[in-house]
């Protein structure tokens, strides 16, 4: 049964700072998405991870996907008070198109 | 491209009643709808897929009877809540997969707010 981890699962850090929360999965995958949820709000799409070795950037976020490790990070540069949301990532399971999350980090940047 | 929306976006209904939520694809054909779960400050947890066409597959621990789905055309798929009761308050969001997507990317809808008094 694929299991997906994050951590940390809360995270508050100072505008500025930079910071890398982690997705560890358990069983083989060579892709990985990463969305942010604001609150009351669904998901918003941050990045489709496709390959191993992929690193994509967007802003002050870079996300990158390790497929033989089971790993992929989501680093944050700079930190701004808008980033403050929860980041979650997703597994597909093999075999079926369905995903699963891992269990979210809460990321509050103090001004 | 690749809108999903739901309808309602909030709904509180009392006790007893049911409830039913609609999941739409406006500008793709959708062959997959999945429909999640989420209580407060938790992760989404899905409930079942629905392809078009045919019967829904439930997750373990998921209530068919309870919580039925129909998937009757390539841009609709609907979750009905059964006599629903406090506890099937949570926010339910729907995800639609696009017909021929290379990479199994799911694309969301706004969620529902499900109130049960």
């Known amino acids: 049964e694929l299991k997906v981890e994050q951590n940390p699962l809360f995270l508050s850090m100072q505008e500025g700072k930079n910071y890398t929360i982690y997705c560890n999965y358990s069983?083989?995958?060579?892709?990985l998405y990463w969305y942010r949820q604001d609150p009351g709000k669904s998901l918003e799409s941050l990045f489709v991870?496709?390959?191993?070795?992929a690193v994509k950037q967007e802003g002050r976020l870079m996300a990158s996907l390790d497929t033989k490790a089971r790993l992929s990070t989501l680093h944050i540069t700079a930190a701004v008070h808008d980033l403050s949301a929860t980041y979650f990532c997703?597994?597909?399971?093999?075999?079926?198109?369905?995903?699963?999350f891992g269990t979210g980090t809460r990321l509050k940047v103090l001004a | 491209g690749a809108v999903v929306s739901q309808h309602p976006s909030r709904v509180i209904c009392k006790s007893g009643t049911s409830v039913k939520i609609e999941c739409r694809s406006l500008?793709?054909?959708?062959?997959?709808m999945f429909w999640y779960r989420q209580f407060p400050k938790q992760s989404l947890m899905l409930m079942a897929t629905?392809?078009?066409?045919?019967?829904?597959?439930?997750e373990q621990g998921v209530e068919k009877d309870k919580f039925l789905i129909n998937h009757a055309s390539l841009t609709l798929s609907t979750l009905t809540v059964t006599s629903a009761h406090p506890e099937d308050s949570s926010f339910y969001i729907c995800?639609?997969?696009?017909?021929?997507?290379?990479?199994?990317?799911?694309?969301f809808g706004p969620g529902t707010r499900l109130t049960v008094l």
């Open positions: 995800s639609a997969r696009q017909r021929g997507t290379p990479n199994n990317e799911q694309f």
């Open positions: 069983t083989t995958s060579d892709r």
């Open positions: 991870l496709l390959s191993n070795g």
């Open positions: 997703a597994v597909p399971d093999s075999g079926t198109y369905k995903y699963i």
């Open positions: 500008d793709f054909q959708a062959t997959t």
């Open positions: 629905s392809n078009e066409g045919s019967k829904a597959t439930y």
